[in-house]
């Protein structure tokens, strides 16, 4: 099933990451007032961060070099709001069942934001015919051309982020061979 992703705010990883943003926030409130200024604006501030650097690497995808740097922070974020998470679970501040869900919905994201760096020339192909005739024509100015409907790309997120074998430095991968 093919969709048209007009902005950041069409790709599902930015909706879950945005979705577990929110419900991090929500399960922050409960912890202690000491844990203010520590845990607390950590893990709110790392969560958030995933969803924010999902939407800049998408507005930076015509340079591929600067969509996959931007994915990587990104996926640093989600993991280290996966160790705040765990810091949480291990105070008491949330039970042990939340933690898991939380972390493994975590791993989810992940997962697709390493799909989406793996195979960022499927993310970062912006040729369109209109460039085509940019080149012949030379760049006229017109309302046309600023509209999204040209500039909006088909993409099949389904199958680009679909479960696959592991890739070399997935973080599941990694967990895999330490084990072995």
């Known amino acids: 099933m093919s969709d048209r992703i007009y902005s950041h705010r069409d790709l599902i990883v930015y909706q879950k990451s945005f979705a577990a943003g929110k419900r991090v926030f929500e399960l922050s409130q409960t912890f202690p007032r000491e ?31 600067h969509f996959c ?30 933690a898991s869900k939380a972390s493994a919905y975590y791993e989810e994201i992940l997962r697709m934001i390493v799909k989406m760096i793996h195979g960022s020339s499927n993310w970062c192909d912006l040729k369109s015919r209109e460039a085509g005739k940019a080149g012949r024509e030379g760049v006229r100015e017109s309302e046309s051309r600023y509209g999204i ?32």
Do not use: F
């Open 35 to 65: 844990e203010m200024y520590s845990l607390t604006d950590q893990v709110r501030r790392s969560s958030r961060s995933v969803s924010a650097n999902i939407a800049e690497a998408w507005r930076k995808r015509r340079y591929q070099k």
């Open 69 to 98: 740097s931007t994915l990587n922070i990104a996926e640093a974020e989600a993991a280290e709001t996966q160790v705040w998470i765990e810091y949480a679970s291990a105070h008491g501040y949330i039970d042990d069942e939340t």
């Open 149 to 180: 409907a040209h500039e909006s790309r088909v993409i099949d997120q389904y199958a680009l982020l679909s479960p696959s074998p592991d890739l070399p430095d997935s973080p599941s991968s990694a967990a895999e061979s330490k084990d072995a």
